[in-house]
């Protein structure tokens, strides 16, 4: 398995663009989490979803941020208008929800905003 | 909300020496689980404990989980280069918040060869 894919690696753009992260998350998993770390927040759970719904999204930080999951094999988190403070990398993870599953990471969206 | 608490924040050690980061939860755990993130990479799950007291060993890497199911440590035995980045433990929410990781800050190891 290819495992957790993200795109784009890295994106640098400027204050006030819109930014959409990609995330394609393991076959067969039900469950899909988008996290956000910092230096100083470290890692932060923004949104989760199940079976393509979002059941959690008490983590993102305001309206600018959206998160979307139309299938079982895609989802996209995006921020309208981007700002500075947004600057950070974002993890998509995925796991077959039981009962506290672990959680495999994609290699992250290194995000600069300038 | 629960808090998961790491320390150290950072640990440098000489090759060969010793290592140890230790997790400390706000409330009991169902599980406790550790993660590595290499510098510049993505956090990889190494290993979860579920039992009271219960300790697992990989290779030179040993992992305790409290009697009270509340703290957890890792321990390296004769660490080398290739164990240098940052340690998280994650313990999940209580009932229906069991999906939700609460990460600690992690501990970022760094080994001077």
């Known amino acids: 398995d290819a495992g957790v894919i993200q795109s784009p690696r890295h994106e640098v753009t400027e204050m006030g663009q819109e930014v959409t992260l990609r995330c394609k998350p393991i076959?067969?998993?039900?469950?899909l989490f988008w996290y956000r770390q910092t230096m100083m927040r470290g890692l932060e759970l923004l949104i989760y979803?199940?079976?393509?719904?979002?059941?959690?999204d008490s983590g993102m930080p305001e309206d600018r941020f959206s998160a979307k999951m139309p299938n079982a094999s895609f989802s996209t988190l995006k921020i309208q208008p981007s700002e500075p403070r947004d600057s950070a990398v974002y993890f998509c993870?995925?796991?077959?929800?039981?009962?506290?599953?672990?959680?495999?990471f994609g290699p992250g969206t290194r995000l600069l905003v300038l | 909300g629960q808090q998961v608490m790491q320390i150290p924040q950072y640990q440098h050690v000489q090759e060969g020496e010793d290592f140890t980061t230790y997790c400390n939860s706000s409330?009991?755990?169902?599980?406790i689980q550790w993660y590595k993130q290499r510098p510049g990479g993505h956090p990889v799950f190494l290993i979860q404990?579920?039992?009271?007291?219960e300790v697992k060993k990989q290779k030179r890497l040993t992992f305790q989980f409290g009697e009270a199911k509340k703290n957890s440590s890792l321990h390296i035995t004769a660490t080398q280069t290739t164990d240098v980045g940052t340690y998280f433990c994650?313990?999940?929410?209580?009932?229906?918040?069991?999906?939700?990781?609460?990460f600690g800050k992690g501990t970022l190891l760094t080994v001077n060869p």
């Open positions: 993870a995925s796991s077959f929800l039981r009962t506290q599953e672990t959680q495999y």
């Open positions: 076959s067969g998993h039900n469950s």
């Open positions: 979803f199940n079976n393509n719904v979002p059941i959690d």
């Open positions: 409330t009991t755990l169902s599980n």
């Open positions: 404990l579920v039992k009271s007291g």
């Open positions: 994650a313990g999940p929410g209580s009932g229906g918040s069991n999906y939700k990781l609460t």
